[in-house]
């Protein structure tokens, strides 16, 4: 096997240390290597005196493989002066049996000596800061959603079926009955008449689903739940500002993803920080598909297909494209809305989303790459497209309910 780096070097990474493989020609034998392993520590002033072994080495090349959050600061230092790169674990296993600090980082130089690793996609810092940020906001998002749910089990502990009238617990007229709860109030039909605008029309329901054993202990935990949920309020939309300046190079790449439906500024600003925005980085749209985990797996064996399930990808790209791909079912006329509900008859509901999501990835790369708007294909692509077969399975269709169905075409008019 043919050996791209004669210089090497393999890194495995811990909390406290890392241990550092530099492979070198044998200067005994002419075609042999020779490894020499060393333990640093973590600290930035370990990784710098890391990085001063590794250019006195003269590697041509640096191996990491990427373990949990403990990877950034040997890559981000490394990186600066050395060929630094970065790999999935899961592309890069050891032989069973051989698993141990010091036999992975001799693994890695070896792999990456003759050239058998493939790069992580590492964005530049301006993109990595703004992962941090919508990621930060989508798992407050998260947690204020969960403090509702606590919120809506407490009031059904205490009787109070409020969240069975109003469809937000944390809306105007909820919070000013949750007020009045905690203020002491107990009469039901004083609480319903809290209510503003269009809830008023509900208050006989609002007098019966306020009727409960609504207690101190209760009135607390409200207090509680609802002071959490207002802070983390605050803090969403202080990383929503931060996030909207930080955006504001990558106006012209949200303008062109707010063409494709189910798709709305939030989901955006999450597709532009995980992606970059920059579609160079994908030789084509499968390539990134794959990358974000929006493809079929492949698992063959005695001409058997063992398993197709999706292989992990980029979890906070799939959450965004989910949350697109269920919004754009519901866009009446439209061609995912169509790809959707042809798909679900055959292959059930989730596996038809995952399709329309694939749909939505596969868009975002050709609309980037040659700069164009989402162009909308239809909700009656698919019959247009073929319309003997939408034809033949409407007259299936019909059969299978008890009909004799004949087909008379329309003469073409001059």
Known sequence: ?????????????????????????????????????????????AI??????LLHAEVSLVV??????????????????LNVVLVNARMVKNLPGRKTD????????????????????????PVRELRDLTRARTQLTRERAQVVQRLEKLLEDAGIKLSAVVSDLMGVSSRAM??????????PQALADLAKRRMRSKIPELGQALTGRFREHHAFLTRLYLDQCDQLTSA?????????????????????????????RAVAEVIVAETGGDMSRFASAKNLASWAGLCPGHHESAGKVRSTRVRPGNAHLKGALG????????????????????????????????????????????????????????????????????????VTRLNELGYRVTLDPLEATG
């Not at 780096?5 to 020609?25: F, L, N, Q």
């Not at 969403?236 to 709305?264: C, H, S, W, Y």
């Not at 006329?333 to 694939?358: F, W």
């Open 102 to 125: 010091v036999s992975d980082a001799a693994w890695l130089a070896q792999l990456g000596s003759h050239g058998l690793v493939r790069a992580s996609f590492v964005p530049p810092q």
């Open 64 to 81: 990491i493989e990427a373990t949990g959050d403990y990877w950034k600061p040997f890559y981000y230092l490394l990186a600066e002066e």
């Open 236 to 264: 969403i939309k202080q990383l929503t500002v931060r996030v909207e300046e930080a955006m504001v190079p990558f106006r012209p790449v949200l303008g062109l993803l707010d063409t494709i439906p189910g798709v709305n």
């Open 48 to 53: 710098l005196d890391l990085r001063e072994h």
């Open 1 to 45: 096997m043919d050996v791209l780096h004669e210089r090497c070097a393999g890194i495995d990474i811990s909390k406290r240390d890392a241990k550092v493989c530099v492979r070198t020609p044998s200067a005994r034998r002419k075609g042999t290597f020779t490894n020499q392993t060393v333990t640093f520590g973590a600290t930035t002033n």
């Open 178 to 187: 949750l007020q009045a709860l905690i203020d002491g109030q107990r009469d």
């Open 323 to 394: 949350m697109a791909a269920l919004a754009a079912t519901r866009t009446k006329d439209s061609y995912l809305q169509a790809r959707y509900k042809r798909l679900t008859a055959r292959r059930g509901p989730m596996k038809a989303l995952i399709a329309v999501e694939h749909s939505i990835i596969t868009a975002i790369w050709h609309m980037l790459t040659d700069d164009v708007p989402y162009y909308e294909l239809g909700g009656d692509y698919f019959t247009r497209r073929d319309p003997e077969r939408a034809a033949c399975r409407a």
